[in-house]
């Protein structure tokens, strides 16, 4: 383990058993194993690609891991690599980099593809973890040899007769198992008993007649009849009827060094023997193949046929064993089927350039998938970074284009209509404005009540009525414009499937805080204030909750919209009052206006007259002129009067300040809503926008690296 200081030496050679089951093995291997054809070239790597293993410490100092170039007639000659020499610091160091790299990318907005690469994401981090920074460590820990197939190919029988003790259990219902079993040399099993490999597994030490653990537990079974350097792992089916026994069987061969594929003369034609004989080829791990319970009147046709099927599937593998059909013995295999297997287990464990050439091959092999899985990820990243902008680039010119449909509604006489207009006309007919405006009283209207008194009522109720008219004709330009923005955005983001699951998530979340407090407030009362009944959605009532259910909390503006629209037109009101109280004490004769709240509506009717004209309001003498929308007059009027009080320039410039004021004020309005959005974009999690290039980076320091 990193951070033990521990010596990563060769195993020590096998002993005589080992010895003497080569010399034994090589004459039986020409009976019992050359049925196969070999691949020429099967298994070995191109020239100078591989990444020599290092037999140094775990300090990782860059050591001279190479063997010379192999002789084709030797002994696994086609697995001897020429020499080559890697920086083991430098490896690990550019292994780490790219784990944290690959860790930390943003896998936020659900669009297509991200469970198949969020499942990529976790196989690149285990294979680093479970082997390559393991293995770049301890380069001197015995080769760890794969076992895996079908269900009933006979692995846990082949490994106890290989192994010469019953460490795994065997029988029909072994594919209900997920204990897988390592059996290694006594002298060996500290190596795999340390978290070495598969660092975050839980392991136990078999002790007595062999006997599963655990689901999802190593079982580590020690025994002499192991050769040194070299542990052999029976995993789980590979068609085991529970899918996690057959992602653990995948963990496993992303963790060893060496497969030995098993399958029986029944089962070789299924999918998932493809499936995973297809993997290893990707993966150009190391590979034997051993074809099991072959009847003895159909060998010569199943052996030639499952070998054409090996070669159309690209399916290199020099080392390709049959097992016959044959009764077992207490359980084990005869010696003369089995031996030819363990031999070639031994002389891979004992020959340094085949123990180099194994290594370098399946970890070679490992990094070249990196060179496309990894950019395959950083591809992914920038789809979700362009996605992520995209939404949020919608909402915001959707709420940009609200505020210029405010600017439209609230120009050229538009709002000038309907309650407004009738209630400027009221109050205009009576004379109350001249009142104000000159300090004397207006004419008597027909029927109205005489005395002081009366007159002020009357006043007030006109002046109060168009106020609200005006009020309440602003809020609904507000409201309207932005429901409309929330109806596009939402429109927009359930048109891509990333948005649709964002928006989703986000209302169940906001129906779940609903019910949370309808539940706490039922428990233990309302310990609030009571909101508006515009806020029925969000305080949980029954039937306003029911309705935003059905309708998606976000294809309208919020509830609170209205009374927060009210109280910033209420506010620019007051600031327009203080503004024309100021430019009125600045004209002379300014005393005379006896109350300031009537010229205040006079500019605010004034402004909504005014005409507009590509996003600026057309000055007065352009309106003298003719171009003005206000076919009925109403705007002329309110204009003529505040330029009677305060000039025409001077008119010009509070109007435009007004309309700026206004804008401000709307705009931020409509920011808060388009925060809706924004915050379901920050809740699905922060997207990196340079992670991909840091990506990239990354693998392209591993290959200059290797």
Known sequence: MEG???????????????????????????????????????????????????????????????VPEGNPD???????????????????????????????????????????????????????????????????????????????????????????????????????????????????????????????????????????????????????????????????????????????????????????????????????????????????????????????????????HFNAMLDANGIQSEHRFVIPETGIVDGFLPDDIFQPIRDWLNETAQQADRRVAVLSRTMSGTLDTFKTRVPRLAAHVDAQVVLGTRLRREAEGAYANALAEFDDGTADSRLLAGEVLARWQDYAASGDLGTALRGRRGPKAPGRRGGKRGRTEATTTRYAALETALRAALQSVVVSVADRAAEQVTRVWRDNPGGAALLASAEASRVRDERAIREFESAFGDTGPQPSAADGAVAGQPGAGADAAKQGAFSRSSPELPVRASRAVSAWQDQLMRLMQSEVARRPGGGAVRDIAPVSVVTLVAMLAAPREAGAFVPVAREAAGQSQDKDGVGAVPREVLASVIGDAECDALIARARKDLRQRVGLLLDEEMLRFGEVLEEAGQVDAIAAVRLYQAEYSLEAAR
């Open 4 to 66: 033990k200081g521990m010596t990563a030496e060769q195993s020590p050679p096998p002993g005589e058993n080992g010895e003497q089951g080569q010399e034994k093995g090589q004459s039986a291997a020409q009976g019992h194993g050359g049925e196969f054809a070999s691949g020429s070239g099967a298994n070995s790597p191109e020239p100078g690609n591989e990444p020599g293993m290092s037999t140094e410490s775990s300090a990782g100092e860059a050591a001279d891991a190479s």
């Open 74 to 304: 030797s002994p696994g000659g086609q697995w001897q690599q020429p020499r080559v020499r890697v920086d083991a610091r430098l490896l690990e160091a550019t292994l780490l980099n790219l784990h944290k790299r690959i860790a930390a990318i943003p896998l936020v907005y659900d669009i297509p593809g991200t469970d198949e690469i969020t499942a990529e994401r976790a196989k690149l981090l285990s294979q680093i973890d479970d082997y390559l920074l393991p293995r770049v460590r301890q380069s001197g820990a015995p080769l760890l040899v794969a076992l895996v197939g079908s269900t009933g190919a006979g692995k846990s029988t082949l490994v106890n007769s290989v192994v010469g003790t019953q460490v795994s259990q065997t029988g029909v219902r072994r594919p209900t198992t997920n204990s897988p079993v390592l059996a290694c040399h006594p002298d060996d099993i500290h190596w795999f008993a340390e978290n070495m490999f598969l660092p975050t597994l839980p392991r136990v030490r078999q002790e007595g007649l062999a006997r599963p653990g655990r689901d999802g537990l190593l079982v580590l079974a020690a025994s002499e009849g192991m050769t040194k350097g070299i542990a052999l792992l029976d995993t789980p089916d590979i068609d085991s009827v529970v899918r996690a026994h057959y992602d653990f069987a995948y963990q496993f061969l992303d963790a060893s060094d060496l497969w030995l594929f098993m399958t029986s003369a029944s089962r070789y034609a299924d999918a998932p023997v493809w499936e995973l004989l297809q993997h290893a080829r990707d993966r150009g791990a190391a590979l034997g193949v051993v074809l099991s319970r072959v009847p003895p009147s159909h060998r010569t046709e199943l052996v030639a």
